[in-house]
T-cell receptor
Framework: EAGVTQSPTHLIKTRGQQATLRCSPI?????VYWYQQALGLGLQFLLW???????NRGNFPPRFSGRQFPNYSSELNVNALELEDSALYLC?????????FGPGTRLTVL | RKEVEQDPGPFNVPEGATVAFNCTYS??????FFWYRQDCRKEPKLLMS???SGNEDGRFTAQLNRASQYISLLIRDSKLSDSATYLC?????????????FGKGTHLIIQP
């Protein structure tokens, strides 16, 4: 069974640009979570989608947004990129209570 | 009080030793508990679930203490490959909040 996939693996942008990150959950999983992990820091919860709806969001500014598609894949958009947005962005999918992570997208903002 | 708290460490432990660390949680209605392992610059991977009666998986033992609201992870006969950051995860009752609340992680270093 395929695991959670994320693309791209690496993304380099400059300050002020916009970034789009994608996540495909494990087949049959309806919940998708997005986390930000800056270097040396813990996981910071960004967004939670379930059945196409945004269920909750973490303490991040509105320029962090996303959506979930009918096939349960998800997209995270970060507008007006700032240097401190450089981090590993992890997506996790969940069916019951266990969450499974994708390999992440490493975003670098120059 | 933070929702999930862990001692960040690092715990420096000689190979072959037994090491244990805890994770406390604030929501008494929390339903499910897990330990994840994260290697440097990699994604977290599910290590084991934590059941009320305690559970074991090889050298790893997980326990839940609902009265004191903490979970623990014990690693016996530690190996160099056990060096990693261990994250505890709590899911609140009713699927509320973000559904998966992570601790900041405990950094474990097994020394030869």
């Amino acid at each position: 069974e395929a695991g959670v996939t994320q693309s791209p693996t690496h993304l380099i942008k400059t300050r002020g640009q916009q970034a789009t990150l994608r996540c495909s959950p494990i087949s049959g999983h309806t919940s998708v979570y997005w986390y930000q992990q800056a270097l040396g820091l813990g996981l910071q919860f960004l967004l939670w989608y379930d059945e196409g709806e945004e269920r909750n969001r973490g303490n991040f500014p509105p320029r962090f947004s996303g959506r979930q598609f009918p096939n349960y894949s998800s997209e995270l958009n970060v507008n007006a990129l700032e240097l401190e947005d450089s981090a590993l962005y992890l997506c996790a999918s969940r069916l019951t209570y266990k969450g499974y992570f994708g390999p992440g997208t490493r975003l670098t903002v120059l | 009080r933070k929702e999930v708290e862990q001692d960040p460490g690092p715990f420096n432990v000689p190979e072959g030793a037994t090491v244990a660390f805890n994770c406390t949680y604030s929501n008494s209605a929390s339903q499910s508990f897990f330990w994840y392992r994260q290697d440097c610059r990699k994604e977290p991977k599910l290590l084991m679930s934590v059941y009320s009666s305690g559970n074991e998986d090889g050298r790893f033992t997980a326990q839940l203490n609902r009265a004191s609201q903490y979970i623990s992870l014990l690693i016996r006969d530690s190996k160099l490959s056990d060096s990693a950051t261990y994250l505890c995860v709590v899911t609140p009752g009713g699927g509320g909040a973000d559904g998966l609340t992570f601790g900041k992680g405990t950094h474990l270093i097994i020394q030869p």
